[in-house]
């Protein structure tokens, strides 16, 4: 565990905290969740971008499917790309540049009612 990340409704009521791993550097950003075989609904990933743009993300040797959250600078949550499929190598764009990406369980967005209102704060572990 590396952080702490919540959804947060607009009204700033949290939707759900989990736990995330930080990918802040190119070899853990192209790494990401591969490999994973598990993922519960108290974890996820959060990755960092050094700019904001609109690049996207693949599911390149992941065997799970996700929800891959994609975030402005200012935290807001841009789209949601629900239930991605595993090992594809198509882009899944953001609808606007990015800074953040979440990425999280299939079915994440749906049961905890995550729409494009919502937002997210994140905190590193000491």
Do not use: C, H
């Not at 969740?33 to 609904?41: H, V």
């Not at 190598?89 to 990425?103: D, G, H, L, M, W």
């Amino acid at each position: 565990m590396e952080g702490s990340l919540a959804f947060l409704t607009p009204g700033g009521d949290t939707l759900r905290t989990i736990d995330v791993d930080i990918a802040d550097t190119d070899a853990e950003r192209r790494r990401g969740l591969m490999r994973q075989r598990s993922l519960g609904y108290d974890r996820g990933m959060l990755f960092i971008f050094d700019s904001v743009d609109e690049g996207g993300m693949w599911m390149k040797n992941t065997p799970l499917p996700l929800d891959i959250v994609f975030v402005a600078p200012d935290s807001q949550v841009i789209n949601i790309a629900r239930r991605t499929t595993p090992f594809s190598e198509k882009s899944i764009e953001p609808a606007a540049p990015r800074n953040f990406v979440v990425e999280v369980r299939a079915g994440f967005a749906d049961r905890f009612d995550l729409t494009d209102s919502t937002r997210v704060r994140w905190t590193r572990s000491e």
